[in-house]
């Protein structure tokens, strides 16, 4: 049927260790597990003939979140089945392959890092590669075999079964532990033992790979592709006899545990037995084309077609295939039967379990506690809560059966129960903190109420800060009934008891104040008596100071004129000066002109006539002496014209001198005014004093006009002999001898008039300080005489 392989001189049977990468196969994500991407064992048999799942790859799978699809391969030891994962992987090396005759994998090994992979319908999944021990290993027996076979079936979302050769008898032989699953396996925990089609709703696609195929494909004279070739092979064998019914119960076993199946020969890699041996040095240009192709073509299938695993509406994920695991691990260490529904349900039961657990941490850890207990707020921070707590659930449940729905009940009652305790108590608290506050403001306003300086505005301020605080600290559903509370017992008690007080007071301060009212009334009536005789005063005190200002305005005139004859007298001297000094230069000018004219002249006599030069030098010499004369005199003339100059500039300052001695003299006319202006003001003040004071401010009035008219007198201004100012009042010698004599009672103001009136106000400009006592000094030296 089967004719050989045309050019190919390979045999069946020969083996090879390690290949070059495939350009098809993904690169792998990073691994969860610390350090670079390796093998790890998932499934080993202990010394006690005990299946366990190694730590390490349990600590990896539970990290994967995520679907995942796991391919694995199995077959016969020492028959490449690690190159074929490595290939998958996109590497030379990485599953544990070697040439010699000893097994290299024993149980179960998973690859650390999970492929990222991308399903055509769009769904992104990891795939996990497992490697299986291989089966009819001479130091294992057939349960052993069995059981490894089965749970690679059941754990894998592909199968892939590996094989030297084509499909023949002893091929078929081989595989007749998958018969013997039907006993080690169940798919429900009732009614007896499973049949292979009931095995076959959970089995994983079915890729029979024949390695170093020498056969070409063809029948009854046409080409056919490889799932035709093992249809044909898995056909029933015509016949009868216990030998056909057992070739036929492996056929049908095949066709019903693996209902989606295929078929991919490779022909052998290398021609040369050698380079068999040394693959990993091998670059993958150098193997046969049709090698290459085929082994693209497995790839990009195992890629295409693996799905991730699912039993119902459950997805398998990296915990769920660790609880499936350990659950047939499980029954098989207890000498049961597997079973795959219950194991699927007991997976989805400790899932949902663990979704729940963590649900509930995670809504404990994200409800805010530190919000205010209002209803409204604490439903909020609740309804937050629940989201991310149902959140967390959906990522961690698997399945949609009775399991979860049993703890989606209990998460939700979890949750209502929880919230509901910690708003009884959160308001139980809120209702406590209430009370004690009430208390606390009570005491407070009270308080307030009962001070000795307690009125309404000094309790309503009270009253505002403690709503406040009580409003900002104090929460609940009865907060505001509490405060309504408070607020009319506080109305009934210490605040109207206030305002009682407050009213009797304002009684008897009021009978006070109308007793003040009728006395101030008398007193402003005596006041507008006082006030009318004031008026009269003032007026006449304003005449007065009129007076008194025209006569300081004419005086103020007469200076002004004098200051201007001033101004201009020095302004004539000025240009006298100048117009001296212009001469006096001309003039020294012309004499140097003249000078020079001469030298040159006698230079240049000596010049022309040397031979007279000893009798005409001494005339020269004389003559030269005239000029230098002359120029002595013209220098002589030029320090004069300075010192007139000089004598120009004492007169301006002494004119300076006299203008400071007006300014005093205009300063002391001020003094005076503001001295009549004094007792203006001390009369107005004894006019607002009480009915009492009445005719001693009186008396004081007339004592005052007296001394207004005396210090206010007008003055007169004389112009004496020696150009200086003097001031002449309308007093006699009698006035002055008594003023002399007492000097001492005199004000500096008055010190510097008198000074002034007797022409010494140039000697109060030289002193540096203007004190009584240096002022009083100058008086009795100058005006007094004495030493």
């Given at each position: 049927m089967f004719k050989m392989f045309r050019g190919s001189d390979s045999s069946p049977q020969s083996s090879y260790s390690q290949s070059s990468s495939s350009s098809m196969s993904p690169s792998p994500s990073a691994s969860p597990v610390t350090g670079p991407a390796r093998p790890i064992r998932l499934v080993y048999c202990d010394e006690k003939g005990k299946f366990r799942m190694d730590p390490e790859a349990v600590a990896t799978l539970q990290l994967v979140k995520e679907p995942i699809g796991v391919v694995s391969v199995c077959g016969r030891a020492r028959q490449g089945k690690s190159f074929i994962l490595n290939q998958l992987l996109g590497r030379s090396s990485g599953f544990q392959v070697a040439s010699t005759h000893r097994p290299c994998t024993k149980g179960l090994w998973l690859w650390s890092a999970p492929l990222k992979r991308t399903a055509l319908d769009g769904t992104e999944y990891n795939l996990l590669l497992l490697d299986s021990e291989g089966i009819d290993a001479y130091d294992q027996t057939g349960t052993y075999s069995t059981q490894i076979f089965s749970l690679a079936v059941l754990l894998s979302s592909m199968f892939i079964y590996n094989q030297m050769g084509g499909i023949d008898e002893a091929a078929l032989d081989r595989l007749s532990l998958v018969t013997q699953m039907t006993k080690h396996i169940r798919v429900r925990?009732?009614?007896?033992?499973?049949?292979?089609?009931?095995?076959?709703?959970?089995?994983?696609?079915?890729?029979?790979?024949?390695?170093?195929?020498?056969?070409?494909?063809?029948?009854?004279?046409?080409?056919?592709?490889?799932?035709?070739?093992?249809?044909?092979?898995?056909?029933?064998?015509?016949?009868?006899?216990?030998?056909?019914?057992?070739?036929?119960?492996?056929r049908d076993s095949i066709r019903a545990l693996f209902p989606d199946r295929e078929c991919y020969p490779l022909v052998r890699p290398l021609n040369n037995e050698n380079d068999l041996q040394r693959m990993d040095q091998i670059s993958l240009d150098k193997l046969r084309p049709e090698f290459r192709a085929g082994l693209d073509a497995l790839t990009k299938y195992v890629f295409e077609r693996t799905r991730p695993k699912q039993i119902g509406a459950t997805v398998m994920t990296g915990p769920v295939l660790v609880g499936i695991t350990e659950s047939y691990l499980e029954a098989l260490n207890n000498g049961a039967?597997?079973?795959?529904?219950?194991?699927?349900?007991?997976?989805?039961?400790?899932?949902?379990?663990?979704?729940y657990d963590t649900a509930t941490e995670v809504y404990m850890s994200s409800f805010d506690r530190s919000k205010p207990p209002e209803e409204v707020v604490l439903r909020e921070s609740h309804e937050e809560a629940v989201q991310k707590s149902l959140a967390a659930f959906n990522a961690s449940a698997v399945g949609i059966g009775s399991a979860r729905k049993k703890y989606e009940g209990l998460l939700q009652k979890f949750l209502r129960r929880a919230?509901?305790?910690?708003?009884?108590?959160?308001?139980m608290e809120a209702d406590l903190r209430c009370s004690n506050t009430m208390q606390n403001?009570?005491?407070?306003?009270?308080?307030?109420?009962?001070?000795?300086?307690?009125?309404?505005?000094?309790?309503?301020?009270?009253?505002?800060?403690?709503?406040?605080?009580?409003?900002?600290?104090?929460?609940?559903?009865?907060?505001?009934?509490?405060?309504?509370?408070?607020?009319?017992?506080?109305?009934?008690?210490?605040?109207?008891?206030?305002?009682?007080?407050?009213?009797?007071?304002?009684?008897?301060?009021?009978?006070?104040?109308?007793?003040?009212?009728?006395?101030?009334?008398?007193?402003?009536?005596?006041?507008?008596?006082?006030?009318?005789?004031?008026?009269?005063?003032?007026?006449?005190?304003?005449?007065?100071?009129?007076?008194?200002?025209?006569?300081k305005r004419k005086l103020a005139d007469d200076y002004m004129r004098r200051i201007n004859d001033l101004q201009s007298n020095r302004s004539s001297l000025d240009e006298r000066v100048r117009v001296s000094e212009m001469d006096a230069v001309s003039k020294v000018v012309l004499l140097e002109a003249r000078v020079e004219e001469r030298e040159k002249e006698i230079e240049s006599l000596l010049k022309s006539n040397n031979v007279e030069?000893?009798?005409?030098?001494?005339?020269?010499?004389?003559?030269?002496?005239?000029?230098?004369?002359?120029?002595?005199?013209?220098?002589?003339?030029?320090?004069?014209?300075?010192?007139?100059?000089?004598?120009?500039?004492?007169?301006?300052?002494?004119?300076?001198?006299?203008?400071?001695?007006?300014?005093?003299?205009?300063?002391?006319?001020?003094?005076?005014?503001?001295?009549?202006?004094?007792?203006?003001?001390?009369?107005?003040?004894?006019?607002?004093?009480?009915?009492?004071?009445?005719?001693?401010?009186?008396?004081?009035?007339?004592?005052?006009?007296?001394?207004?008219?005396?210090?206010?007198?007008?003055?007169?201004?004389?112009?004496?002999?020696?150009?200086?100012?003097?001031?002449?009042g309308h007093e006699?010698?009698?006035?002055?001898?008594?003023?002399?004599?007492?000097?001492?009672?005199?004000?500096?103001?008055?010190?510097?008039?008198?000074?002034?009136?007797?022409?010494?106000?140039?000697?109060?400009?030289?002193?540096?300080?203007?004190?009584?006592?240096?002022?009083?000094?100058?008086?009795e030296k100058y005006v007094l005489q004495k030493s």
């Open positions: 925990a009732s009614g007896g033992r499973s049949s292979a089609s009931e095995l076959g709703q959970f089995s994983p696609v079915f890729v029979w790979l024949l390695r170093d195929f020498y056969l070409d494909l063809v029948e009854d004279n046409r080409r056919i592709t490889p799932r035709d070739y093992l249809e044909l092979a898995l056909r029933p064998v015509q016949g009868s006899g216990k030998d056909i019914a057992a070739k036929n119960e492996i039967v597997p079973t795959i529904s219950s194991s699927w349900q007991s997976v989805e039961e400790a899932e949902c379990r663990r979704a919230f509901e305790d910690y708003k009884r108590n959160a308001f403001m009570e005491k407070r306003l009270r308080t307030a109420c009962h001070a000795s300086d307690a009125n309404v505005d000094n309790v309503v301020k009270v009253l505002d800060g403690l709503l406040s605080e009580y409003e900002t600290s104090c929460h609940g559903p009865a907060k505001w009934k509490k405060l309504a509370m408070f607020l009319q017992q506080s109305l009934e008690g210490p605040i109207l008891d206030l305002a009682k007080r407050l009213n009797d007071k304002i009684g008897s301060e009021k009978s006070s104040l109308m007793l003040r009212c009728r006395s101030m009334e008398d007193k402003m009536s005596l006041l507008h008596k006082q006030l009318e005789a004031s008026e009269k005063d003032k007026s006449e005190y304003m005449k007065r100071y009129d007076e008194a200002i025209n006569e030069r000893a009798s005409t030098v001494k005339a020269l010499q004389d003559l030269l002496d005239d000029e230098r004369k002359a120029h002595s005199v013209a220098n002589k003339r030029a320090e004069d014209f300075s010192l007139q100059l000089e004598v120009a500039r004492a007169k301006l300052d002494s004119l300076q001198q006299e203008f400071t001695s007006v300014r005093l003299n205009e300063s002391a006319l001020d003094g005076r005014l503001k001295a009549a202006s004094h007792g203006k003001r001390f009369r107005t003040d004894d006019v607002e004093m009480g009915a009492g004071s009445v005719q001693e401010t009186g008396t004081n009035d007339s004592r005052g006009k007296k001394r207004s008219r005396s210090t206010t007198s007008p003055v007169m201004l004389t112009q004496p002999e020696d150009g200086g100012s003097v001031f002449k006699d010698n009698q006035s002055q001898q008594t003023d002399q004599e007492d000097y001492r009672k005199f004000t500096i103001q008055e010190l510097k008039q008198e000074l002034t009136k007797h022409n010494y106000g140039a000697e109060i400009l030289k002193l540096r300080t203007h004190n009584k006592k240096d002022i009083l000094a100058l008086y």
